[in-house]
């Protein structure tokens, strides 16, 4: 069977609309959908998101795909490098993703973004992992700069880039409960892999 793991970012739940939202719709196309709940989520740390996502991940192979929003594409990111070098997955969507934040509100959010910003990626590694990666970005995400990601996306992971109109962060507070583009990405992706 296949499956989908979906990581909320920043602040988040799995039980955010958008989250729960793409856990249900994933279900219903046939998939096993897991929206992980992460560690202090006001206070994401990388190697904790790590931990929850080798504790939450069961056996993952080309069937095994990977949803994450936010902070939850960069804590796929640094999971998959942890993986054995024969162990291939099936894909992974990026909902909001970045590689730089701009805008952050105050010193502490700062804090909480350097060792994400700042702590080495491996794309030669994630590269060989899954020759799927999808990000897809809004035209107006106050955090996440439009040319700057969708360039590193392209450049690291040879990424299919989506670009929406006015959708935020893809947050409740944006009025983003529903990402169709997610569900129709990872059908595709899960055709195709």
Request: hydrophobic content about 40%.
């Amino acid at each position: 069977m296949k499956r989908v793991y979906i990581v909320h970012g920043w602040g988040g739940s799995p039980s955010e609309p958008h989250i729960s939202w793409i856990q249900k719709r994933a279900e219903e196309k046939g998939f096993s959908a897991v929206a992980l709940e992460m560690p202090n989520s006001e206070n994401p740390v990388i190697e904790k998101w790590v931990d929850a996502l080798k504790s939450g991940v069961k056996n993952p192979d080309q069937n095994t795909y990977f949803i994450g929003h936010s902070i939850g594409g960069q804590a796929i990111m640094r999971y998959l490098m942890t993986l054995p070098e024969e162990i291939k997955v099936g894909g992974v969507i990026f909902l909001a993703g970045w590689f730089v934040l701009e805008n952050l509100e105050d010193e502490k959010a700062e804090q909480i973004a350097k060792p994400w910003v700042e702590t080495p990626i491996n794309f030669e590694s994630l590269r060989r992992r899954t020759g799927h990666y999808v990000a897809i970005l809004s035209d107006n995400d106050p955090w996440v700069s439009l040319a700057t990601n969708k360039e590193l996306f392209e450049k690291n992971l040879s990424a299919q880039i989506i670009v929406e109109h006015n959708r935020g962060h893809y947050t409740e507070d944006d009025g983003v409960t529903e990402v169709l583009v997610v569900i129709e990405e990872l059908v595709k992706i899960s055709a195709a892999s």
